[in-house]
């Protein structure tokens, strides 16, 4: 391969393109989830013959357009229940 086949970032080349698996673990997240993404149109994928592949810019798109993780403050604790007896439910008198 000819360096133009790679972007390089520091030391490391990166292929252009990768297959499903490597894709998996390059988003750190399992094949049936990259599998899920392309069939939802979240993840762009290419073929070539039996072979899928994607690429790197696509990947870069799909965790890019991924939710942010936020996190709400909670002014209180989660209320617990309590282990009085009072609130369980009572079978009808007949």
Same mark, same amino acid.
């Given at each position: 391969?000819?360096?133009?086949?790679?972007?390089?970032? #520091?030391?490391?080349?990166? $292929?252009?393109?990768?297959?499903?698996?490597?894709?998996?673990? /390059? @988003?750190?997240?399992?094949?049936?989830?990259?599998?899920?993404?392309?069939?939802? #149109?979240?993840?762009?994928? $290419?073929?070539?013959?039996?072979?899928?592949?994607?690429?790197? /810019? @696509?990947?870069?798109?799909?965790?890019?357009?991924?939710?942010?993780?936020?996190?709400?403050?909670?002014?209180?604790?989660?209320?617990?229940?309590?282990?009085?007896?009072?609130?369980?439910?009572?079978?009808?008198?007949?």
């Amino acid at each position: 391969m000819t360096m133009s086949d790679h972007m390089i970032l #520091g030391n490391r080349r990166r $292929r252009m393109a990768m297959s499903v698996a490597e894709a998996a673990i /390059e @988003a750190n997240i399992g094949r049936d989830g990259i599998y899920e993404a392309i069939r939802e #149109g979240r993840l762009e994928a $290419r073929k070539w013959g039996r072979r899928t592949l994607i690429t790197d /810019e @696509a990947l870069q798109r799909f965790l890019n357009a991924l939710p942010p993780l936020c996190r709400q403050q909670r002014s209180s604790p989660i209320p617990t229940q309590s282990g009085g007896g009072d609130d369980k439910l009572k079978r009808p008198q007949h």
